[in-house]
């Protein structure tokens, strides 16, 4: 990967809208060059998908929280098991299985405490691999980005 790919990558990043004959002016190349190195990108999965990013204030998904998770043993299928049903609860935007005192880290979003207070109660807690959870509630969100630097 070179400063140009890079540069296209920065560009897809700050806006995936783009079309090519814009990432190409902004790069410094013709656009059937740009289109080649944007395909050999998305075949070496550096560029996994495009997606739109929604502003989760505005559709109402104003409240996050982050839950520590720690497992009532560290076996693998324990751990199989609670990854595998995470995948399964739309709330639950992050999870990452991670070192330190606890298991694991979930991003949860939600509506509001009410709703928080329901999935926690109704799914994540009935989960039998589940010993303890830890929440923490995000009063303000001072930085958020999806821009990688490169």
Do not use: W
């Amino acid at each position: 990967m070179d400063k140009i790919d890079k540069n296209i990558l920065k560009q897809l990043q700050i806006n995936a809208k783009q079309n090519i004959k814009e990432i190409a002016a902004k790069v410094g190349l013709s656009v059937t060059p740009t289109y080649e190195r944007m395909k050999k990108l998305e075949q070496a999965n550096i560029i996994k998908s495009y997606v739109a990013l929604l502003d989760r204030d505005v559709i109402g998904k104003k409240f996050v929280a982050y839950c520590q998770i720690t497992l009532i043993r560290h076996h693998k299928e324990l751990i199989d098991d609670f990854k595998t049903k995470t995948l399964q609860f739309s709330e639950i935007m992050e999870c990452h299985h991670i070192s330190g005192n606890f298991d694991f880290l979930l991003k949860i979003v939600v509506n509001d405490i009410s709703q928080y207070q329901q999935f926690i109660n109704e799914k994540l807690s009935l989960l039998d691999c589940v010993s303890t959870i830890n929440s923490s509630f995000v009063m303000e969100s001072v930085k958020e980005t999806t821009v990688y630097e490169l």
